[in-house]
């Protein structure tokens, strides 16, 4: 399986010769080549996980998809055909196995409402948590995709996040949001916590692949 990093938050992972993506936002270049596209994932409802220009693009590419979000994505989604997962839901979609857990977002603020959140384990190989510190219980992590930077992100929780998930492989993600500075900083830091247990940590640009 092999994963794209994109833009801030959004995903690619390809495996034999489908496509899976996930979070694409309005910080992210459209995406294009989708024509093995089966399925989308929107961990949750804020815009620059997924805006509808995004998702009609996308639908538009690909007619008929699945698009699979928590319930608060599908009340923001009004008019379109949303399927609701919740944590503890395992899933089927083309080569790929979604298992979801979490539940809500992370805190940014009391004045701001907490909404719903999920993260997604694919295939039993990478976790991508969304906007939480959602540890997926019971799971032995290959690879996590890191959130470096965001609202509600400090980075020493982070870095905690990343010595509690123990990845065996980890990059960073959800980082438009950081100047060249800060986000180079940034990933020093998960590189640092992801090495405390044994794992590697990958530096990944938008349109760098890993091959996991």
């Known amino acids: 399986m092999r994963v794209s990093k994109f833009e801030h938050a959004a995903l690619r992972l390809d495996l034999n010769g489908q496509t899976l993506l996930i979070d694409p936002g309005s910080f992210t270049t459209p995406p294009d080549d989708l024509s093995g596209l089966v399925g989308v994932v929107l961990t949750h409802e804020h815009p620059d996980h997924w805006t509808p220009e995004q998702l009609d693009r996308i639908l538009r590419a690909a007619p008929g998809i699945p698009v699979y979000g928590p319930e608060g994505v599908a009340r923001a989604a009004e008019g379109y055909e949303i399927t609701v997962v919740s944590p503890g839901d395992t899933i089927e979609v083309g080569p790929f196995t979604l298992r979801f857990f979490g539940g809500t977002h992370a805190v940014i603020h009391s004045s701001i409402p907490t909404i719903d959140n999920v993260g997604v384990l694919v295939n039993d190989e990478l976790y991508y948590p969304g906007d939480s510190y959602a540890v997926p219980e019971g799971v032995d992590v290959q690879t996590l995709a890191a959130p470096l930077g965001g609202p509600w992100l400090k980075i020493g929780e982070a870095m905690d996040y990343v010595l509690a998930v123990k990845p065996r492989r980890a990059f960073g ?23 405390q247990n044994g794992g590697e940590f990958f530096v990944l640009d938008p349109g760098d692949t890993l091959d996991l």
Not at 187 to 193: G, Y
Request: a positive charge.
């Open 173 to 195: 993600t959800h980082d438009m949001t950081l100047s060249v500075i800060g986000r180079n900083m940034h990933r020093q830091r998960l590189q640092w916590a992801t090495e």
